[in-house]
């Protein structure tokens, strides 16, 4: 992807992995719409010296699809074009399914899935006047290995790349590339709070043996904006 004039909308700015992402796409020279559930020091420093580079700043609970709406509504004024989307956004979630609540289950679907649905739906008509247009779902290898306790999360992400695998095939027509990353447990504060006979599942299928830096979803974000990497769609690929 040609990085001049090109604006992304990434979910999940100010969270450990995507203010990372945003942060190496601010470097590169993309131009980014963040959205964030909520304001924290760090993010509104970032957000202070790239003002000229962040277009617009969405705060917002995804649980919380009216003000979702109006937020997005209001991009109208700031954008006429949108390049690429980093659904970055999720909740974890870990419990059996006897201990899990409908109403909690409710939530991480919500939030996982359904809100990235309704995210893609208001901003598609701004992908269409793309030259070069992507969209980016950020899932877990979690959603490929059926574990105890993971039910809420794991189904969620395994729905993220259902959908991403029919979204390619609906989208093609207007040139739009869907694909989704399926990282293993990353070295980061959610991985830590993993459980130990979970990681202990799914870092057995890993390369290593161990958790993967973050710096490894970066890189595949960029591989997919390269050019051998712009030609896949409706993949789900593993980070392990």
């Excluded at 207007?174 to 459980?195: C, E, F, Q, R, S």
Aim: glycine content about 4%.
């Amino acid at each position: 992807m040609n990085k001049k004039n090109k604006i992304i909308i990434i979910t999940g700015s100010s969270g450990e992995l995507g203010f990372l992402i945003s942060k190496k796409l601010i470097s590169k020279g993309f131009k980014l719409v963040c959205l964030i559930r909520k304001n924290n020091k760090k993010f509104n420093q970032f957000f202070k010296e790239n003002r000229k580079n962040i277009l617009a700043k969405i705060c917002c609970d995804l649980l919380d699809t009216k003000k979702l709406t109006n937020e997005l509504n209001k991009l109208n004024s700031k954008i006429d074009k949108i390049d690429s989307i980093i659904l970055n956004a999720a909740t974890p979630h870990g419990s059996i399914f006897e201990m899990t609540k409908i109403e909690d289950m409710k939530k991480i679907f919500q939030i996982n899935f359904f809100s990235q649905i309704y995210i893609i739906q208001k901003l598609l008509k701004y992908l269409k006047k793309s030259q070069n247009p992507s969209i980016i779902n950020i899932s877990s290898i979690s959603s490929l290995i059926p574990t105890r306790g993971n039910l809420a999360y794991g189904g969620s992400k395994n729905l993220l790349n259902f959908f991403t695998k029919i979204l390619s095939k609906e989208l093609k027509i207007y040139n739009i590339k869907v694909n989704a990353l399926a990282p293993t447990i990353l070295n980061n504060n959610m991985g830590k709070k993993t459980d130990k006979t979970t990681s202990k599942i799914l870092l057995k299928k890993s390369n290593n043996y161990k958790k993967i830096s973050m710096k490894k979803v970066i890189d595949k974000i960029f591989y997919l904006y390269s050019k051998n990497g712009n030609k896949l769609n409706g993949k789900i690929i593993k980070i392990i």
